[in-house]
């Protein structure tokens, strides 16, 4: 049974070109959340999606970062025009349930990251 | 502002000390989780605590959560090389839909 399986795990782009992450979610897990690690930062919260819908993306960027999760296929994340400072590792995690709805909902299963460095 | 601030930041012990890692919420909390990060990798889920005064042990690891005070504490008892990583918390700070929210991580080296 394979947990969250994300690609690439590492990917290189210029400033201007696009960056598309993807995650599979965890068998029988229909939640993902994505989150960005950057040194010093800690791991901050970007989007949470359920198939087909976008629950919550108070964390995401307005401009150029958009996420995903179709009815069929892994859950991506799209940045357009990238810059140096999206740099960072993002990380999708997945789970069972509704945050805050039950005990413990809100464990999350997370992949092993994709790291994007922009030069 | 952070909502999760963990102490220390880093950390540096020998092998076979124990060591205490402290995590405070600035909000009420629902809940609270520990993860462990090894360099380049994702993070494992370690525990999870809901309840004031819940305890809970892995092996030489023990989480407490003290709920009034709004803080939990992950104890490790003889550590060795393979406890070294980044240690994080995540906590439930909202009632509703509100997925986790993380501290910054304590980084933890044991030397020989």
């Known amino acids: 049974n394979a947990g969250v399986m994300q690609n690439p795990r590492h990917l290189v782009r210029r400033r201007g070109q696009e960056a598309r992450l993807r995650c599979s979610p965890m068998k029988g897990h229909s939640h993902v959340y994505w989150y960005r690690q950057l040194p010093e930062e800690g791991l901050k919260f970007m989007v949470y999606?359920?198939?087909?819908?976008?629950?919550?993306e108070s964390g995401m960027p307005k401009e150029r970062f958009s996420a995903e999760f179709p009815k069929e296929g892994p859950s991506i994340l799209r940045i357009q025009q990238v810059v140096r400072g999206d740099s960072a590792a993002y990380f999708c995690?997945?789970?069972?349930?509704?945050?805050?709805?039950?005990?413990?909902?809100?464990?999350?299963?997370f992949g092993a990251g994709s790291r994007l460095t922009v030069l | 502002s952070q909502e999760l601030e963990q102490s220390p930041q880093s950390l540096i012990v020998q092998e076979g000390k124990n060591l205490t890692i402290n995590c405070t919420s600035s909000?009420?909390?629902?809940?609270l989780y520990w993860y462990k990060q090894k360099y380049g990798e994702g993070l494992i889920f370690l525990m999870m605590l809901q309840k004031g005064g819940e305890e809970k042990s892995h092996e030489k690891i023990t989480a407490k959560l003290d709920e009034k005070k709004q803080q939990s504490s992950l104890h490790i008892t003889a550590s060795q090389p393979s406890h070294a990583g980044i240690y994080l918390c995540g906590a439930d700070v909202g009632s509703g839909n509100t997925p986790l929210v993380f501290g910054k991580g304590t980084r933890l080296s044991v030397i020989a």
């Open positions: 995690a997945s789970s069972k349930r509704v945050p805050g709805q039950g005990a413990g909902a809100n464990v999350l299963t």
């Open positions: 999606l359920q198939k087909e819908n976008i629950i919550d």
């Open positions: 909000k009420t909390l629902y809940g």
